[in-house]
């Protein structure tokens, strides 16, 4: 079995998304910030809305380091409604493709059934990308309940961002 990690170290090719408020975003290539990139399972996966409540909660601590990013591969419509559902202050992208999904190394999964969801989902992931868009930081996990402590990874985010640290894990 073979599963593509992503290169630490390497750039992040370039991927833009539309929002919910109806203008775009996107990651790679050059920018003025760090920036903290979260791909969420979609609509479907209630451990999804816990988690993106919390980083809602922390939302200035982070902002205040780096922009962030909160990517699923749902449609406009189910990024909308969960995005008036729980008011998240971080702008809301959606449509995240499958060969993106790839590109990140993402685990990507079939809807157990249509209940769940209709499509290929991508499982969690945290990227962190330097202002020059090279990736430094990464967290993927196969299934909803793994997922990274948002304390903790904004500590460590601060301070290698504070202290220029080198990128890891790349032997």
């Known amino acids: 079995m073979t599963q593509t990690k992503p290169r630490v170290g390497a750039p992040v090719g370039e991927m833009t998304w539309p929002l919910t408020n109806g203008g775009t975003v996107s990651v790679g290539g050059a920018r003025d910030r760090w920036t903290m990139l979260f791909v969420y399972r979609g609509k479907h996966c209630p451990r999804c809305k816990r988690f993106l ?3 809602d909660a922390a939302l200035p601590a982070w902002t205040a380091q780096m922009d962030v990013v909160v990517v699923s591969a749902d449609t406009q419509d189910k990024a909308q ?21 790839r590109d990140l190394g ?24 330097r202002p020059d868009g090279t990736l430094m930081l990464v967290d993927i996990s196969n299934g909803p309940a793994a997922r990274p402590d948002l304390e ?18 790349t032997a």
């Open 81 to 101: 409604a969960d995005k008036a559902e729980f008011g998240w202050g971080f702008d809301l992208a959606y449509g995240l493709s499958e060969a993106q999904m």
């Open 53 to 55: 409540n919390k980083l």
């Open 106 to 129: 993402l685990y990507v999964s079939d809807p157990l059934s249509e209940a769940e969801t209709t499509d290929r989902f991508a499982e969690p992931g945290a990227f962190g990308i």
């Open 152 to 169: 903790e990874l904004l500590d460590g985010m601060t301070f290698n961002i504070e202290n220029n640290r080198p990128v890891r894990g």
